[in-house]
């Protein structure tokens, strides 16, 4: 009986998400903040690594606007939703974290920054600490050769659930921002702790300047 509910949740939750997910994204009409230097790296065939804190990562796919994009999604049963919502965005998963099948995904990351897709990754999941990054984007950027663009998403209306991250599900009718900071690029000779710590100050700066520009409206970030 468990194994057929697990079936049926996995069967009605992906599309019941992708409605969600639009439904929110048309009711918010998010602006963008930081887009076109991104755009014009696209538009000279460059590729990235997005890098988003776990907490904001429900409106993603609706916030990519390149040209393809895999990410690195947890091994875990809600993994498994994730991936299988995101499919029906067009982003494809590579299944793997810190605790599970971290070393194959990572290889399977390295092989796809060959092709002509974005990376994308959440640097303090799958448990956290929240809003730290962890090693991983580190390694990957170094590795790769590719720049790290931080990804922040703010709204003013919405629920923050009970998780290590405090995962915020936005509301409708509330305003919404989307940002990318610059490119961060691994400097020669730069030590790793010290790229590390360069992308935590860029993915901070870029959560506030979300929530300064929610300021600028006049409502205050959730």
Same mark, same amino acid.
């Given at each position: 009986?468990?194994?057929?509910?697990?079936?049926?949740?996995?069967?009605?939750?992906?599309?019941?998400?992708?409605?969600?997910?639009?439904?929110?994204?048309?009711?918010? /009409?998010?602006? +963008?903040?930081?887009?076109?230097?991104?755009? /014009?790296?696209? $538009?000279?065939?460059?590729?990235?690594?997005?890098?988003?804190?776990?907490?904001?990562?429900?409106?993603?796919?609706?916030? +990519?606007?390149?040209?393809?994009?895999?990410? #690195?999604?947890?091994?875990? $049963?809600?993994?498994?939703?994730? @991936?299988?919502?995101?499919?029906? !965005?067009?982003? =494809? @998963?590579?299944?793997?974290?810190?605790? $599970? =099948?971290?070393?194959?995904?990572?290889?399977?990351? #390295?092989? #796809?920054?060959?092709?002509?897709?974005?990376? @994308?990754?959440?640097?303090?999941?799958?448990?956290?600490?929240?809003?730290?990054?962890?090693?991983?984007?580190? /390694?990957?950027?170094?590795?790769?050769?590719?720049?790290?663009?931080?990804?922040?998403?703010?709204?003013?209306?919405?629920?923050?659930?009970?998780?290590?991250?405090? !995962? #915020?599900?936005?509301?409708? !009718?509330?305003?919404?921002?989307?940002?990318?900071?610059?490119?961060?690029?691994?400097?020669?000779?730069?030590?790793?702790?010290?790229?590390?710590? $360069?992308? /935590?100050?860029?993915?901070?700066?870029?959560?506030?300047?979300?929530? @300064?520009?929610?300021?600028?409206?006049?409502?205050?970030?959730?």
């Amino acid at each position: 009986m468990a194994a057929r509910l697990d079936s049926l949740v996995s069967w009605l939750a992906p599309p019941l998400a992708v409605q969600l997910i639009r439904f929110l994204n048309w009711r918010l /009409q998010p602006e +963008y903040l930081g887009l076109e230097p991104l755009r /014009q790296m696209w $538009r000279q065939g460059e590729r990235v690594i997005l890098s988003v804190w776990h907490d904001q990562l429900l409106l993603m796919p609706c916030g +990519y606007h390149g040209p393809a994009v895999k990410a #690195l999604i947890s091994p875990s $049963r809600d993994g498994e939703l994730i @991936a299988r919502t995101m499919a029906r !965005f067009g982003i =494809g @998963a590579v299944r793997g974290s810190s605790s $599970r =099948g971290g070393r194959a995904a990572f290889r399977e990351m #390295l092989d #796809l920054a060959r092709q002509d897709c974005d990376l @994308a990754l959440t640097p303090d999941g799958p448990r956290g600490p929240r809003h730290r990054v962890k090693e991983g984007v580190v /390694q990957l950027a170094r590795m790769t050769a590719r720049p790290v663009v931080p990804m922040a998403f703010a709204c003013s209306r919405g629920h923050r659930f009970a998780s290590w991250d405090r !995962f #915020l599900l936005p509301s409708p !009718f509330g305003v919404a921002v989307f940002s990318f900071g610059p490119p961060l690029f691994v400097q020669a000779g730069e030590e790793k702790g010290a790229f590390q710590v $360069r992308v /935590q100050q860029a993915m901070e700066e870029n959560t506030r300047r979300a929530f @300064a520009r929610l300021e600028e409206k006049g409502v205050a970030a959730v």
